[in-house]
């Protein structure tokens, strides 16, 4: 099956500072969803990014397909945006999702 | 609108016991999945339903897990003779594939105790 890996594992950033979360797959994939995991463990829709750019606020997205990657960017990061991000691929847009291992957030005050 | 719905939230069962977890998918969204989170390993899929067409139930990891989906719209996971490595959180998705984009929203989980 396809393999999904992201980095960095972990991640402890100053509030206001900015990150970027990387996303790479193993093969050609038709659904790419970014999450975010709150501390009460619900799953947040952040972007639906199979290619492209997205944007939404401090958050942005870039998915390049060809390269089999995608980037997760939070600016002026806030202590709410604590939690663990997760990126899930899908070979058929609207079958499984193959979920990352995620990316452990924590922003300091 | 209401988001997809999952009961019980917490459910702590002897080892051995059959349980029976819920989802309410978001209403009007025909595709429907199973996906459990536990420590060991992470987030994964179990099986979806869309419309009428067969489940696919490739992530079941045992003869033991099976789910229905009755008129379409809601569903219940059911586990067998529950064992200490089925303790999860079992996590219920719904989408429209038939409006795209095939973006996948989740419950809140249902947080499963074997003793």
Sequence with gaps: GIQVEQS?????LQEGANSTLRCNFSDSVNNLQWFHQNPWGQLINLFYIPSGTKQNGRLSAT?????????LYISSSQTTDSGVYFCAVGVDSWGKLQFGAGTQVVVTP | ??????????????????????????SGHTALYWYRQSLGQGLEFLI??????????SGLPSDRFSAERTGGSVSTLTIQRTQQEDSAVYLCASSSPGQGPY???FGPGTRLTVT
């Design chain 1, 8 to 12: 960095p594992p972990d991640l402890i």
């Design chain 1, 63 to 71: 998915t390049v397909a060809t390269e089999r990657y995608s980037l």
């Design chain 2, 1 to 26: 609108g209401a988001g997809v719905s999952q009961s019980p939230s917490n459910k702590v069962t002897e080892k051995g016991k059959d349980v029976e977890l819920r989802c309410d998918p978001i």
């Design chain 2, 48 to 57: 979806y339903f869309q419309g009428n067409s067969a489940p696919d139930k």
């Design chain 2, 103 to 105: 973006e996948q929203y």
